[in-house]
């Protein structure tokens, strides 16, 4: 019965044909691990094989995804309360969610900077204990940027970072509880420094993952977006933004 299941979960092209988004199968592997849903009085045991199969079936799920084929640099919050549940979803933290979307955009797009912030900055793509790969399992990828040092969050590094490095960029990506300061200067402003600066009319798209008050981009700019909170449509919303669907 169960090599049943896991034989389908690991059929590629049933996968693809199915269009599973990876984080759908994200959300689906932690409620079986738990062991319980998020509502209801329903339990079971988790199995191994299904759960190592959930596993590989979150990479095999990438295929599904269709690219933007935007030059992306992903801006990922470490500070310490980003151990806290995401608004939408009570089995993800906002560090599970986070660093599945680094992954997402590192295996389906060519183009594709990661830094990690909090009160500093830390390159995830340069060779470090800390970097992220193409292949990695999301296990893998959490204990690579596990005990990283954080303090307070500064939302505006990861423009600054583009600015003098003189990257280019379509679209910037900043994953965040929204726990944020700015104590140099606001991320709109970096923003409207960067394009002018590298002569490309960047976008912004900010998650707030806790779905607090506070906004980092500015609502009278057509190209950022705030969303606040999570679930299994936010990275589709982000991608269709960032392709002029939206």
């Known amino acids: 019965k169960y090599k049943e299941i896991e034989a389908r979960f690991l059929n590629q092209a049933e996968v693809v044909k199915a269009r599973i988004h990876p984080i759908k199968v994200l959300v689906a592997s932690k409620v079986y691990k738990n062991g319980c849903g998020d509502s209801g009085s329903l339990t079971w045991v988790p199995n191994i094989y299904i759960t190592v199969a959930l596993t590989q079936l979150f990479k ?6 269709t690219p933007t084929g935007k030059r992306i ?3 990922i919050d470490v500070s310490g309360s980003m151990s806290t549940p995401v608004l939408g979803s009570k ?3 906002c ?3 986070s660093i599945a979307m680094a992954l997402l955009y590192l295996e389906t797009e060519k183009n594709v900077s990661a830094v990690a912030f909090s009160e500093t900055l830390t390159d995830l ?3 470090s204990k800390f970097q992220l790969r193409r292949g990695m399992t999301l296990q893998q990828a959490l204990a690579a940027t596990n005990g990283m040092s954080f303090s307070a969050t500064d939302c505006v590094l990861p423009i600054q970072h583009a600015i003098r490095c003189k990257l280019p960029i379509d679209a910037f990506i900043i994953i965040t509880d929204n726990e944020t300061y700015a104590p140099n200067e606001h991320p709109q402003n970096a923003l409207i420094r960067y394009r002018e600066v590298m002569g490309i009319q960047a976008k912004l798209i900010v998650l707030g993952m806790t779905g607090n008050c506070f906004t980092v981009v500015d609502p009278n700019d057509r190209n950022t ?3 606040a909170g999570f679930d299994t449509s936010t990275p589709e919303i982000a991608s269709m933004f960032m392709r002029g669907e939206i």
Not at 60 to 65: H, I, K, R
């Open 95 to 97: 560090r599970d969610a």
């Open 225 to 227: 977006l705030n969303l």
């Open 60 to 65: 095999l799920s990438y295929g599904a995804v």
């Open 73 to 75: 640099m992903l801006g």
């Open 125 to 127: 793509i340069a060779p």
């Open 91 to 93: 089995v993800l933290t």
